[in-house]
């Protein structure tokens, strides 16, 4: 008997002992995401994924929002919003249930910062002004200034210039009142950006350099360099180029002390745009080799294609025809190589420049439809690239929901186990009541775990739902494109047939390159694939615009469709047909039918729900 109760506690010792290395690995595990996630996000995201996971293991609530979250902000440094998306849910509804307002704010803040990257910026917004006031209360200064700081870059991509001024000298009256150096020189910092888009250059740089002087007083050299590129910018953008040269120069110095090589070409190729705006084309040549050697040092493609196309254009520049050329031509196979097709583009766009230098007009033609097709197939990549997103999404929900599947039954398993052993334990040192109470939790633990796998199952179908309709969506964009380049293709024939038929044929095949042009701008089958595939989207959205304010011409319904689809007003511009000016006329008669004399169309129209 009693080598049975100390075999029995034994085992517990081994199961306690276990359980506390665990929970010593979950504190490892944490604090490897924290150190690694502004170096090296990839190997941060590996140890927040390794330390949710555990703490699923442990059932170790009190951890579940802080691995949540840092799981969320490992995702949110890759962009992969989805995925912040969801952890960062998971940490909010944890905190929610606490009394810890201070972390359930700072969680709220993290998931207005995704909302604010997805394009939801008014609602990241508000968030962000509600944690300013409950930090504010809380009086937990880092919280606010972080926040007010979010707050003001985020008033000034929405173009509110004012209130983000005012926001960013709140957070600079707080930094300097409670000693935060650091965010004392990023609100100089936001303050001068909002100088410099209202105009007030020489004010954008007396901040500027207010930063400036903060930096260097903290010896936080990166920071010192990125706001001398800044201040550099300014200056040039003033016409200022000599004083343009000797800030960049600055940076130049404070390079060798960094060892930043990246930085280094961007700067030399700052310092060269200055001198190419300077007319010293000769000194833009100077740089650009400089920055072109360093990128071969690095093995940087992308970068060698850059500055081969704009070192081209500097020969051009100085009439070295055969050299630009040759630059050119590098550019572009370099461009091609890494498949990159702005940068091709650009590179076509240098090539027209060199041909009309050279005379050769076939050439010419060649390049400017080598352009055209490109910035086609960039709209078309850029369609593609939605698809590929929420491919990815539905992936990576799909093998989220597995890992918590596995997870809990995992935990099942080992709950079994660990009741296994509290039963023997318990059998001989209380009664055989409290094994009833554990066999009950158990089976009680068996149902829990079954409506989370039914759970988890049902997010996984949504998902995949979810994808077929985004598919749905862009095919019409997909066939629209398709016959885009039909028509290119019989362009370019009837291109080839007005160079053989100059002369009495030139006014027919011009009619006839007019003609096609017309019909593949307005057609209508098109449009009518589109409306239908629009519709089965967004059930219900044009019969409430029409049971609210009436009937609609069918431009009016194309322009709605499109702002309801979330595209620019150049977007809406190249699927129409019609010119900027004509795409403001027409929002603003929209505006005008829906009576909207405050509102901003496009968030209406995005946000419309058909209630009165």
């Known amino acids: 008997m009693i080598t049975r109760i100390l075999l029995s506690c034994f085992l517990y010792f081994l199961c306690t002992t276990g359980l506390a290395q665990k929970y010593s690995k979950l504190d490892e595990l944490i604090k490897k995401n924290q150190e690694s996630i502004d170096t090296n996000p990839s190997e941060s ?76 910026k008014n609602e990241a917004l508000t968030i962000y002004l509600d944690a300013i006031s409950v930090f504010d209360r809380l009086n937990t200064i880092n919280n606010l200034v972080d926040a007010t700081h979010r707050a003001s870059s985020l008033l000034f991509e929405l173009d509110r210039l004012n209130e983000a001024m005012a926001m960013a000298k709140r957070t600079y009256d707080i930094s300097l009142e409670h000693k935060k150096d650091n965010y004392a020189a990023y609100a100089l910092n936001s303050m001068a950006l909002v100088l410099k888009k209202q105009g007030d250059l020489a004010k954008a740089i007396e901040f500027s350099n207010q930063a400036l002087e903060i930096y260097k007083a903290k010896e936080m050299n990166f920071e010192v360099m990125s706001t001398l590129n800044n201040i550099g910018l300014i200056q040039k953008s003033q ?93 572009l196979r370099l461009s091609q190589e890494i498949r990159s097709l702005e940068k091709q583009k650009d590179a076509h766009d240098l090539g027209i420049e060199i041909f009309k230098k050279e005379g050769n007009l076939s050439m010419v033609i060649s390049e400017m439809q080598n352009s055209k097709m490109i910035n086609d197939s960039i709209f078309s990549l850029e369609k593609a690239k939605q698809i590929n997103e929420l491919q990815t999404q539905y992936e990576t929900e799909k093998k989220d929901a597995e890992i918590v599947v596995l997870a809990k039954t995992a935990e099942l398993e080992r709950t079994k186990k660990v009741a296994f052993l509290v039963g023997l334990i318990m059998l001989f040192l209380l009664a055989s009541g409290i094994v009833y109470s554990l066999i009950q939790k158990r089976k009680k633990d068996q149902i829990i775990y079954a409506q989370e796998r039914a759970i988890e199952e049902e997010k996984l179908r949504n998902a995949q739902l979810a994808l077929e309709s985004k598919q749905k969506e862009l095919s019409s964009k997909m066939v629209q494109l398709a016959h885009k380049n039909e028509f290119l293709s019989n362009l370019e024939k009837e291109i080839d047939s007005l ?66 689809m979330n595209l620019t007003s150049k977007e809406i511009s190249d699927v129409l047909g019609i010119s900027d000016e004509g795409i403001r006329k027409a929002r603003y008669r929209l505006r005008k039918k829906l009576n909207l004399s405050d509102t901003e169309l496009q968030g209406y129209l995005l946000s419309y729900s058909g209630k009165a």
């Open 239 to 331: 016409g200022e180029f000599m004083k343009a040269v000797h800030t960049f120069k600055e940076a130049l110095e404070l390079l060798k002390i960094l060892d930043y090589t990246h930085g280094e070409i961007i700067i030399l190729t700052n310092l060269a745009d200055t001198y190419n705006g300077m007319g010293k084309y000769n000194n833009a040549e100077v740089e650009q080799r400089k920055a072109l050697e360093l990128a071969h040092k690095i093995s940087d493609n992308s970068t060698k294609a850059v500055i081969n196309t704009n070192l081209g254009r500097s020969l051009l520049k100085q009439g070295y025809l055969n050299q630009a050329k040759q630059f050119y031509k590098e550019g």
């Open 45 to 120: 995201l590996k140890y927040a994924k390794e330390a949710f996971d555990l703490c699923l293991e442990l059932n170790a609530k009190e951890k579940l929002g802080e691995t949540a979250n840092n799981l969320s902000q490992a995702y949110y440094g890759l962009y992969y919003l989805d995925s912040a998306d969801k952890y960062v849910d998971i940490a909010m509804d944890y905190y929610e249930k606490t009394d810890e307002e201070r972390l359930l704010t700072r969680v709220k803040v993290a998931k207005a910062s995704i909302l604010n990257q997805k394009g939801q």
């Open 499 to 564: 160079k053989t038929e100059v002369g009495s044929t030139v006014e027919k095949a011009s009619g006839r390159i007019s003609r096609m042009i017309r019909r593949d701008i307005v057609n209508d089958k098109q449009w009518e694939q589109f409306s239908e595939e629009f519709s089965s989207v967004h059930q219900g959205f044009l019969d409430a615009l029409v049971r609210q304010f009436g009937s609609f011409s069918k431009s009016e319904i194309r322009l709605i469709s499109l702002l309801k």
